[in-house]
């Protein structure tokens, strides 16, 4: 095989006849193969993917030769060394003036996902030489005349913080909580007393409800990103958009692999509770996983949690440390009920855990007034959000990676 600085090593993008093969290469229970194949065709068909919204691309050696017919030439070339997908996501960045006054721009950004190489070629970095020649190709990829440059690319990284980072994308905070499944119940032990549980009913979520929301959500998160103040005019602050599209897709994964392995339909998808300055609400995705236990079934079901939001009249994230009494009370026991209602629905499913990645505040309180043993995890080799800037040092040190939650990892 060719030595990863080989100058014969390209990058292109895959034909369908690659993808397939590549897919069927990367199988991995619990669904069956053609079933997996089939979640992959399904997944880069979604309103985020259609449309060139997702990229196949493929290093390989280039083994054309001059008086090789186009054609000819182009069969020849694709001796495959490494695969991995592009997904095109909408991205906020905030900049700071020199008076402090925040400057709000929306960019595109590239998510680098599904990063594969056969058994045979691993330990040879072609995932490295591949991801080299990709960085400068991504910061101009699909850019619009006139329209806004790529800013930065993000992956979730799956083998630790220092692959990646050494090739340039930057490691942030991965921690995350987990809560046991739980039947629900209006009743807790207090010094061994029952106390009635002075929490507020969380109403389910249904596909239908989420375009209105998610177009809030994103309402709510550029009001608070164009009003920053900062004295550090150096200061970057930047989000993945939690569109409609990026939970959509989500689903779509979570609909093919329910219907594949229980024949269940997986119809609500977070819950919703109205408080006084407003409402509170959450979206999750089922997630299925392979296991070695010895179990009856060869998969375990997770409830990920893709984004909580609190929606009201104040910036109640920020004003927690400064106490919970009145109406933020009345929010924290909200995000208290929508932990409950995703406890529910693990039970229901029969799943192990409800996972929560970097909580915010108000709903680490929530999840530790429901369980006083709750911890937080700090992951140290999965699901590592990774950020590369497309600036300088300097400037990468400054870049703060807001709303970091679930709904970014694809």
Not at 28 to 37: D, T
């Amino acid at each position: 095989m060719p030595p990863s600085t080989s100058p014969r090593l390209k990058i292109g993008q895959a034909t369908d006849a690659e993808n397939i093969d590549i897919w069927t290469l990367k199988w991995h229970p619990p669904l069956n193969q053609s079933a997996y194949v089939a979640k992959e065709e399904h997944c880069a068909s979604q309103l985020i993917t259609a449309n060139r919204g997702i990229t196949h691309w493929i290093l390989y050696e280039d083994e054309g030769s001059p008086s090789s017919s186009t054609e000819n030439q182009t069969k020849a070339m694709k001796k495959v060394l490494a695969s991995t997908d592009t997904i095109r996501r909408r991205a906020l960045v905030t900049t700071f003036a020199h008076d402090g006054q925040a400057v709000l721009q929306e960019v595109p950004c590239h998510q680098i996902c599904r990063m594969f190489c056969r058994k045979e070629h691993r330990g040879k970095r072609y995932p490295a030489r591949m991801l080299q020649e990709l960085k400068p190709v991504l910061e101009t990829w699909q850019q619009e005349d006139g329209g806004a440059k790529v800013k930065f690319t993000v992956l979730y990284s799956d083998v630790g913080k220092t692959y990646y980072g050494k090739l340039g994308w930057k490691p942030y905070t991965a921690d995350n909580i987990v809560l046991p499944p739980t039947l629900p119940s209006t009743t807790q032990k207090n010094n061994g007393k029952a106390a009635i549980i002075p929490t507020p009913i969380a109403t389910p979520l249904y596909a239908s409800d989420l375009p209105t929301l998610c177009l809030r959500d994103e309402e709510l998160i550029k009001h608070r990103m164009k009003n920053f103040t900062c004295p550090d005019p150096s200061a970057i602050k930047l989000a993945l958009v939690p569109d409609y599209p990026s939970i959509q897709w989500h689903h779509a994964a979570e609909e093919h692999e329910a219907h594949h392995l229980l024949q269940w339909a997986a119809d609500i998808k977070g819950a919703i509770v109205s408080v006084q300055q407003g409402k509170v609400w959450c979206v999750w995705r089922h997630e299925f996983h392979e296991t070695n236990n010895d179990q009856e079934t060869d998969y375990k079901i997770e409830l990920h949690m893709l984004r909580l939001v609190i929606d009201t009249g104040f910036g109640f994230e920020d004003e927690m440390a400064e106490g919970v009494e009145g109406e933020k009370q009345e929010v924290l026991l909200a995000v208290e009920a929508l932990l409950r209602a995703a406890q529910a629905e693990a039970a229901d499913w029969g799943m192990q855990e409800v996972i929560i990645k970097n909580p915010t505040l108000p709903v680490t309180l929530a999840a530790e007034k429901i369980d006083p043993g709750v911890r937080m995890v700090h992951r140290e080799s999965t699901g590592i959000p990774s950020l590369m800037w497309y600036g300088s040092l300097e400037e990468a040190e400054k870049v703060e990676w807001l709303y970091n939650e679930e709904y970014g990892d694809f």
